[in-house]
């Protein structure tokens, strides 16, 4: 597709449960971005990769969050044992060079119950 | 703690009327902002941006002020348009002329509403 594509849309999990969500970058991006938004927020960011390559974790909450992108492209953020508060909506974002060229998927909003 | 604030959750302005959304920083190592705009159900979309090196940036009816020494930048739209209602982000961050990339710092977003 011409932009970021994420999936699921929305996702409800049960508290104890695992999810994954995944981001599908613009073709040759090589810059893809996690942020999670919770309600009335602005997004916080998780995690950046260049490439395969996770250059920058230090937002993740806790270590019930992973992230992905094996093959540079295609890239996939997990949560363990689902809390309450991860109730948000996770974005992703891509890019081929500066932020002026960066784009957002739609986002996938997670609801814990 | 919120290194970027937009202290106005809401605006409501009149079509033709000119609309500014004001965005303050208190991290002095940010030298690159943004503006972004997001409708519900999507995700943000660059609007604008400016660095450091400037006071000032225009893109049509957008123009986006930075006042490094008061750490704080604003977006004016003139004239606003109802397309325009959405929330408006800014975003900051420490990596110059958004050539490479950094991770970004936003603000909790403002509500615009244009009325007819």
């Known amino acids: 597709g011409a932009g970021v594509s994420q999936s699921p849309r929305y996702k409800v999990a049960k508290r104890g449960q695992d999810v994954a969500l995944r981001c599908d970058p613009i073709s040759g991006h090589v810059s893809l971005f996690w942020y999670q938004q919770a309600l009335g927020q602005g997004p916080e960011f998780l995690t950046y990769f260049q490439n395969e390559a996770q250059l920058d974790k230090s937002g993740l909450p806790s270590d019930r969050f992973f992230a992905e992108r094996p093959e540079g492209s295609v890239s996939t953020l997990k949560i363990q044992r689902t809390q309450q508060e991860d109730s948000a909506v996770y974005l992703c974002?891509?890019?081929?060079?500066?932020?002026?060229?960066?784009?957002f998927g739609q986002g996938t909003r997670l609801t814990v119950v | 703690d919120q290194q970027v604030k937009q202290n106005s959750p809401s605006l409501s302005v009149q079509e033709g009327r000119i609309s500014i959304l004001n965005c303050d920083y208190t991290n002095s190592m940010f030298d690159y902002f943004l503006w972004y705009k997001k409708y519900p159900a999507e995700g943000p979309t660059f609007l604008i941006s400016?660095?450091?090196?400037?006071d000032k940036n225009e893109d049509g009816r957008f123009t986006v002020f930075l006042n490094k020494s008061a750490k704080h930048l604003s977006l004016h739209i003139v004239p606003s348009q109802p397309g325009d209602s959405a929330v408006y982000f800014c975003?900051?961050?420490?990596?110059?002329?958004?050539?490479?990339?950094?991770?970004?710092?936003f603000g909790r977003g403002t509500q615009l509403t244009v009325w007819p």
């Open positions: 400016i660095s450091s090196i400037k």
């Open positions: 974002a891509s890019s081929r060079g500066g932020w002026n060229w960066a784009f």
């Open positions: 975003a900051a961050s420490p990596i110059d002329r958004g050539s490479t990339l950094g991770r970004l710092y």
